[in-house]
């Protein structure tokens, strides 16, 4: 085997690399470059070869042959005068070319395999067997179908003449006449019979290459002919799915007369079989026009057709398909939804609701466990923004209990007894967002329910909304919220008429809104309107005092949850709970408990260390100190750089330990995926640790 040395690692180098690692008579001795972190030395190393910046250091009788990479005619020179005499020299040029056809030839390599495994793929998925010989009669080809119709495994058939395989088979007459023989019967030799047809395989310049047998099993296919065939069977069956159907089936021949009807159809229309089997299709019509005789005069479908059936006048809509056999139209068939029982349906879901909605906001002050001064300013301001009409916005990390507050807040209003919407801003996509905030009128686009609907502002008009994750509004929705703040009125989608509401508006963020206004991605006029009561909700990490209490409160709250009798958690576990940081708040509070009660043997009445998930700070006492190296107080920077260094090193952190991905480090972080790329772009990381 022959030693490589190669110099410039590089892009070329790096793929060169690639390719030499994989041979089996080229050793890749050492690879050279200047730059210590260039890509191919950084690959060279993990692959355990030797690297070095200077390649004198290596150039030694051991090396077989240099290959030159940087593009530099000095370095060129210079290996050329001071290499070994034996030691092959390739200019980069050359080893690119040699590279280029390689990987050109590995392309086409795959490439015919690829073709080759869809050859087979299709060959081995029909029905029929197929057996392909050569011009010397001998098999190439031999299908899983043809395995199963002859008892033989495919690999005890290639490369045998066909005769050996196959007794008494014509392909060998088929290569010598060229003519193609079909729907020929044939017994094999484990007495199986099938239709086989023959085919001699030709090319273009009629040079003779091979020839194709394809064949079917005779039994298959008489046992196929007769369930086509075995009509009274099939009319069983028909009937009994038919009659199984709540929806009303009609068939009608022809002519137009009924000739065949469901027990949905009696129910709904209030018609008997003898009333209408052998009568005109506009016997069950009480209103409009019969879908059955427009069908047999135009042979085409009609879907969705509103009428009135029977003489109940039920209010229904129609399907009626035609019934064509062979190009002849036989007749059609019908199916009835009834609209009466939709509706019903319909209403009682819209009843549910509401009901739901009017319930949801269950929270009270009392709910809220604070005794810190911020959390206890927080709660003081609530109450008061409780009293007025003013819109609130809650501002705090995700997990602090923001939609806890705006229960409280609505529940201490006067608004208390009307309805309290919850929305998600991030949770529903902007294309709905819109027309389920302000709703729509009828036709406002494709797929509108008739009448429109009622949006979200609406339903909560005399009440309370709460918008959580408003920043993730788009331009377009933060426009016509600002007109609900302004005007007090909505405007439906596909609608002219504005509507007056009277709504109070809570609104909820966990992003920097003011960074939003400064990138464009928020509207200043709305930041102003919805910041006229700001209340900012501390962290769990800055309120460790209420940890005990909420534990108390949460407990209860599992225990209630899941059947068990739990009666509190150990000093130790306090102790060990007031050491993390808590970066989901309480929300990551109410999980770790939840999952220790879960675990927990029905005998413990106590959560303990034990039953704890390990809880490790994101960052050591080190890293907190100066997550990229500086002595904050001996670096003469302000606070606030200081503090974008640390979100910037955890932001990187984060990124590293989930090997760049993005969704998942802006899920960790309590960020928006929004809100993680302009941070990304703000601190400008390296494309590499983006990835």
């Known amino acids: 085997m022959q030693n490589v040395m190669i110099v410039g690692a590089g892009k070329g180098g790096t793929a060169l690399l690639k390719i030499l690692k994989e041979s089996e008579v080229l050793n890749v001795y050492a690879v050279i470059d200047r730059h210590e972190d260039a890509p191919g030395i950084l690959m060279a190393k993990r692959e355990g070869i030797k690297t070095g910046t200077d390649w004198n250091m290596f150039l030694s009788d051991q090396i077989d042959i240099v290959i030159e990479l940087t ?71 031999f299908n899983r179908r043809a395995e199963e119709m002859m008892d033989l495994k495919k690999e005890r058939a290639i490369g045998k003449y066909i005769a050996e395989v196959i007794p008494h088979t014509r392909l060998p007459i088929i290569l010598e006449t060229r003519r193609i023989e079909t729907n020929q019967e044939m017994v094999l030799g484990n007495g199986r019979k099938i239709i086989t047809t023959r085919i001699p395989i030709i090319e273009e310049n009629g040079t003779l290459i091979g020839a194709l047998a394809v064949f079917k099993d005779i039994t298959e296919v008489v046992n196929l002919a007769e369930e086509i065939t075995n009509l009274k069977e099939i009319q069983t069956m028909l009937q009994a799915i038919i009659d199984s159907s709540d929806d009303a089936i009609s068939v009608v021949d022809e002519s137009g007369r009924g000739i065949m009807i469901n027990p949905a159809y009696t129910r709904i229309t209030g018609l008997s079989q003898a009333e209408v089997i052998g009568q005109p299709a506009t016997t069950d019509i009480s209103e409009g026009e019969s879908m059955h005789m427009k069908v047999l005069q135009t042979r085409r479908a009609v879907r969705g057709a509103h009428m009135r059936v029977g003489p109940n006048k039920r209010e229904v809509i129609v399907n009626v398909a035609p019934i064509i056999v062979s190009g002849k139209l036989k007749g059609s068939v019908g199916v ?53 009409p003013a819109t609130v916005l809650l501002r705090g990390e995700s997990g602090t209990g923001k939609e806890l507050f705006a229960h409280a807040i609505h529940n201490a209003s006067d ?62 929705t933060q426009a016509k919220l600002l007109r609900v703040l302004q005007e007090s009125e909505i405007l439906r989608v596909g609608g002219t ?48 005092e209420e940890i005990p209490a909420l534990c108390e409160r949460l407990i209860l709250k599992i225990n209630r949850d899941y059947g068990r009798n739990v009666e509190g958690i150990t000093s130790a576990a306090i102790t060990k709970f007031m050491e993390y940081d808590w970066p989901g708040n309480v929300r990551e509070l109410e999980n770790i408990l939840g999952r220790a009660i879960i675990f927990m043997n029905y005998y413990e009445t106590f959560i303990d260390v034990r039953h704890l998930p390990e809880l490790k700070n994101r960052l050591t006492e080190s890293e907190v100190f100066d997550m990229r190296g500086h002595n904050p107080i001996t670096s003469g920077r302000t606070l606030t750089k200081l503090m974008e260094e640390y979100e910037a090193g955890i932001i990187q952190q984060t990124l590293s330990r989930f090997k760049g991905n993005k969704t998942l480090t802006a899920k960790t972080l309590g960020l928006s995926v929004r809100n993680l790329y302009y941070k990304l772009e703000k601190y400008k990381f390296e494309n590499n640790s983006m990835q």
């Open 71 to 141: 593009g530099s005619e000095r370095v060129f020179q210079e290996i050329r005068s001071k290499k070994h005499k034996k030691t092959i020299l390739i200019p980069g040029s050359v080893a690119f070319l040699v590279s280029k056809l390689m990987e050109e030839k590995e392309e086409l390599l795959q490439k015919h395999q690829y073709e080759s495994y869809l050859q087979e793929l299709i060959f081995n998925a029909t029905n029929d067997g197929m057996v392909v010989i050569n011009r010397q009669g001998d098999v190439i080809l």
């Open 336 to 388: 009835i939804h009834d609209m009466s029982e939709m509706k019903s349906l319909s209403r009682e879901l819209n009843q549910a609701r509401q009901l739901i909605r009017k319930l949801e906001a269950k929270y009270t002050f009392e709910d809220i466990i604070g005794k810190s001064d911020e959390m206890m300013l927080a709660i003081e301001q609530a109450k008061l923004g409780a009293k007025t």
């Open 415 to 476: 608004r208390k007894y009307n309805k309290f919407i919850r929305v998600n801003c991030a949770a529903i996509s902007e294309s709905l967002l819109e027309s389920e905030l302000f709703g729509y009128e009828a036709g406002a686009f494709s797929g509108a329910l008739r009448g429109g609907k009622t949006g979200l502002f609406e339903e909560a008009n005399n009440g309370s909304i709460f918008l959580d994750e408003i920043g993730e509004l788009s331009a377009n």
């Open 497 to 544: 008429k504005p509507i007056a509401i009277n709504v109070r508006i809570i609104a909820a963020t966990n992003v920097n809104l003011e960074k939003g206004i400064a990138k464009g991605t928020f509207r200043e006029d709305l930041y102003y309107r919805l910041n006229r009561m700001p209340i900012h909700i501390p962290p769990l990490r800055k309120r460790k």
